[in-house]
């Protein structure tokens, strides 16, 4: 297989898109069925995820009055563009993609696009709800941001390379359990979950940026989110989860991993109320920053 083949088959089958969608709604509905479990209600069908999206796609586009249409439109795509690029990055077993030098920037730049995206939809819609959505999306960003990158960073200092696949390959050790948990640390806010829903806290500005986005560019914007949920924890899986020396296996482990962890953080989001935006910026820089700072001296006294 060409390398123009090998991409392609990886942006939109495996792991990309075909894969990706329907696992990005199986676990986004494992989320609100657990949450409404713990809240005592029945919650929802396996398949509302998926419905929700469909349904979106059918409805009409409604454009704000005076937004760049080019703009307000190309958004989504980016963002879904970006975030399934990503994930065609990530080495999971049966990637046709080979890995290549450097990789991990460009999988760590890609991972902000969809960030970007949502910031700039706030601000492109003139919707004062979505410009201070945008606004607090931007300011969380520079905090769960340390801790985030200094996990993948912390993990490509022991490996001595910045290639995924290489990550995979390092002994496992006490830097893996500290970077581990420096990652899981910034889970919650990059899922926007509680206690750092703070860019779409609804009952205080209806919405997040996406509050004058309808119909198809809406429903791009839910399937970005769902697969990059999936980017996420698997992500997680393949970095700091040993390989076992059976493909199959490891596939097995680290999708049964991405459940667990998304049942970890949905239990946390649950058990917890909505932090001010001052108070999420303070604990990430304080206590996420003591956790990269204490994962980068293990690198260099392993």
């Not at 709800?129 to 945008?134: H, I, L, P, W």
């Not at 750092?196 to 119909?215: P, R, T």
């Not at 914007?221 to 700091?240: C, D, M, Y």
Request: charged letters at 10%; a positive charge.
């Amino acid at each position: 297989m060409s390398a123009v083949w090998s991409y392609l088959v990886a942006i939109a089958v495996w792991p990309g898109l075909l894969f990706a969608a329907p696992l990005g709604w199986l676990e986004l509905w494992f989320m609100r069925k657990l949450v409404a479990r713990l809240q005592g209600r029945q919650g929802p069908p396996f398949f509302q995820p998926f419905f929700d999206v469909m349904k979106l796609l059918g409805k009409e586009t409604v454009i704000p009055k005076g937004v760049n249409r080019g703009i307000f439109l190309a958004l989504p795509l980016v963002s879904l563009a970006a975030v399934t690029a990503a994930l065609a990055i990530v080495p999971l077993p049966g990637n046709p993609v080979p890995s290549l030098p450097g990789d991990i920037v460009l999988l760590l730049y890609l991972m902000e696009v969809p960030v970007l995206c949502e910031v700039l939809a706030g601000y492109v819609s003139r919707s004062i709800y979505g410009q201070v959505a945008a606004m607090r999306e931007a300011i969380l960003s520079l905090a769960y941001n340390l801790p985030f990158l200094v996990a993948i960073i912390a993990m490509a200092q022991v490996a001595g390379s910045f290639q995924m696949r290489a990550l995979q390959e390092v002994p496992y050790g006490p830097v893996h359990l500290l970077a581990a948990l420096t990652f899981l640390l910034a889970l919650p806010a990059r899922m926007k979950l509680n206690p750092f829903s703070i860019a779409n806290a609804e009952h205080e500005i209806i919405a997040d940026s996406h509050i004058e986005y309808s119909g198809p560019p809406l429903a791009l914007f839910k399937l970005s989110h769902a697969i990059e949920v999936v980017l996420l924890t698997e992500l997680f899986a393949v970095v700091f989860i040993p390989a076992t020396p059976w493909p199959p296996v490891n596939l097995v482990v680290y999708l049964v991993a991405g459940i667990l962890v998304l049942g970890g953080v949905t239990l946390l989001a649950t058990a917890t109320a909505r932090l001010r935006l001052t108070q999420a910026f303070r604990f990430y820089w304080i206590w996420g920053g003591i956790a990269s700072a204490i994962t980068m001296a293990a690198t260099l006294v392993r």
